[in-house]
């Protein structure tokens, strides 16, 4: 019995183009006719385990490094110092890594250091209550 799966909007908008890479994967992969006859199931299983996690972890670094860069363009109150609130030089950048539900993601965080508070911080966009 077939499991009824979560998807999203974003998923849904994608979900033809996923299906053409699959194709072309399998092709690479194992060539026009798919697994050798008497190719375990577990084996297939977990080549595309490996390569889900290569996925997710190569995605993951480039979405977390596009928000991270794009953050120089961003507006002016997210580099201003939570303390004193005088302007921030973000020009550093500090190398996170943290382990993920879709495995490690790694990125260069940008860092403004506060002259006046002798403080650094990781500038974010104050949201609402914060």
Known sequence: MARARKTT?????V?????????????????????GWGTKLSDIEEL?????TALSEAMLAE???RQATAHAAGPAPA??????QQ???CTGRNQRLLETD???AVWAEPEGYCDRCRRSFF???????H
Do not use: M
């Open 9 to 13: 909007p974003q998923v849904e908008k």
């Open 15 to 35: 979900q033809p183009y996923l299906e053409g890479v699959a194709k072309n994967l399998i092709d690479k992969l194992y060539g026009p006719d798919g697994p």
């Open 48 to 52: 595309f385990v490996t390569l889900r």
């Open 63 to 65: 979405a977390l490094t």
């Open 79 to 84: 580099r201003l110092c939570p303390s004193c």
């Open 87 to 89: 302007p921030l030089d």
């Open 102 to 104: 879709a495995g490690e």
């Open 123 to 129: 500038p974010s966009i104050q949201k609402p209550g």
